[in-house]
T-cell receptor, first 113, second 108 residues
Framework: ETGVTQTPRHLVMGMTNKKSLKCEQHLGHNAMYWYKQSAKKPLELMFVYSLEERVENNSVPSRFSPECPNSSHLFLHLHTLQPEDSALYLC????????????FGPGTRLTVT | GEDVEQSLFLSVREGDSSVINCTYTDSSSTYLYWYKQEPGAGLQLLTYIFSNMDMKQDQRLTVLLNKKDKHLSLRIADTQTGDSAIYFCAESSVDMRFGAGTRLTVKP
């Protein structure tokens, strides 16, 4: 595997379900990010991790819970989501937090029914 | 807050040049980026420019930066149908901020 990978690529879940999104980077980077991409809206930064420490949480509802067990892996745990949470969730990584170019995974297309 | 603005749509004929424009407001931006997103895929970094440069060329891509006007453009020479995608401008100072994306359609 190379670059940034994300699983699953597609996910359909009910509002009462619990699921997790997984991201893995194979670039030796120290920072990882979760973004939400909704139709007709700019990319929204959700969380930033640098060396496994969360350095940013942009007023994201508590039904989204990130986890970064090491610098190569990032999870987004989901529970009791709402239909408006349906979106493409993109993971990215960079050498250093915020200031260096980010490399993106292919995203997970989430549909909440 | 600081903004990054792009026009939403651009349509060109195959073989023509495409110019995608972007304006930003943060005067402390250090790097400016162009990303490409094809359907069903993540964002692919195309190129970036440091804020003390005014031009960067990479094969068919030319990036122009007017720091005084906070204007960034991406020119794609000899545009091909495979260039059809959404192009995002982004700037970073403390955080990276993205524009809403310009959908480029290339007609044969």
């Amino acid at each position: 595997e190379t670059g940034v990978t994300q699983t699953p690529r597609h996910l359909v879940m009910g509002m009462t379900n619990k699921k997790s999104l997984k991201c893995e980077q194979h670039l030796g980077h120290n920072a990882m990010y979760w973004y939400k991409q909704s139709a007709k809206k700019p990319l929204e930064l959700m969380f930033v991790y640098s060396l496994e420490e969360r350095v940013e949480n942009n007023s994201v509802p508590s039904r989204f819970s990130p986890e970064c067990p090491n610098s190569s892996h990032l999870f987004l745990h989901l529970h009791t989501l709402q239909p408006e949470d349906s979106a493409l969730y993109l993971c990215a990584s960079s050498q250093a937090a915020r200031v260096s170019e980010q490399y993106f995974g292919p995203g997970t297309r989430l549909t909440v029914t | 807050g600081e903004d990054v603005e792009q026009s939403l749509f651009l349509s060109v004929r195959e073989g023509d040049s495409s110019v995608i424009n972007c304006t930003y407001t943060d005067s402390s931006s250090t790097y400016l980026y162009w990303y490409k997103q094809e359907p069903g895929a993540g964002l692919q970094l195309l190129t970036y420019i440091f804020s003390n440069m005014d031009m960067k060329q990479d094969q068919r891509l030319t990036v122009l930066l007017n720091k005084k006007d906070k204007h960034l453009s991406l020119r794609i020479a000899d545009t091909q149908t495979g260039d059809s995608a959404i192009y995002f401008c982004a700037e970073s100072s403390v955080d990276m901020r993205f524009g809403a994306g310009t959908r480029l359609t290339v007609k044969p």
